[in-house]
């Protein structure tokens, strides 16, 4: 039976001084998808619409 549930996803952060690079992951470990955003305000709200996109966020590292 398949669920209409979004995916849980588990999202990593690797922050440097001017860009943050992130990962999701599935809960089972497969890779979902990956971005690169400047480190400012208007590419953290890039981050939570992306990270929102993939489904289910139930993790989230920095």
């Known amino acids: 039976m398949l669920s209409n ?3 849980d996803v588990i999202v ?12 999701a992951i599935s809960k089972q470990g497969a890779h979902l998808a990956a971005l690169s ?4 305000s208007k590419g ?3 981050l939570e ?5 993939l489904g289910n ?6």
């Open 12 to 23: 990593g952060v690797d922050t440097h001084k001017s860009t943050h690079m992130a990962v």
């Open 44 to 46: 953290y709200v890039e």
């Open 37 to 40: 955003i400047a480190a400012t």
């Open 57 to 62: 966020v139930v993790a989230f590292g920095i």
């Open 49 to 53: 619409t992306w990270s929102r996109s």
């Open 5 to 7: 549930q979004p995916a």
